[in-house]
Nanobody, 122 residues
Framework: QVQLVESGGGLVQAGGSRRLSCAAS????????MGWFRQAPGKERTFVAS????????YYADSVKGRFTISRDNAKNTVYLQMNSLKPEDTAVYSC???????????????WGQGTQVTVSS
């Protein structure tokens, strides 16, 4: 089992950058694929990015490709989401998640953090 805690959210102007962090508990962090999801007000939670156990493979939603970068440091039990060129439509609660499976659907992930709010002002 793994517990996840996100940090780094806040208010940022359009065009700005923000880095989110997700710290995981437990000694088996490296066994999990990690993902970032987001949920805007009144909308469903959607996939943002995922990263393989070693960090060698990443996958992005089309809406963030080229602007966001997911990375992980297994020695620190942490996964990151670097967000550049932010747009107002990126405003959402961002959550990290962990899974032993392969997939990008919400249901593929077993463990979730509480989320961190990112608000992009125009």
């Amino acid at each position: 089992q793994v517990q996840l805690v996100e940090s780094g959210g806040g208010l940022v102007q359009a065009g700005g950058s923000r880095r989110l962090s997700c710290a995981a508990s437990g000694r088996t962090f490296g066994n999990y694929r990690m993902g970032w999801f987001r949920q805007a007000p009144g909308k469903e939670r959607t996939f943002v990015a995922s990263i393989s156990r070693s960090g060698g493979t990443t996958y992005y939603a089309d809406s963030v490709k080229g602007r966001f970068t997911i990375s992980r440091d297994n020695a620190k039990n942490t996964v990151y989401l670097q967000m550049n060129s932010l747009k107002p439509e990126d405003t959402a609660v961002y959550s990290c998640a962990a899974t032993l499976r392969v997939g990008i659907a919400v249901d593929d992930y077993n463990y979730w953090g509480q989320g961190t709010q990112v608000t992009v002002s125009s």
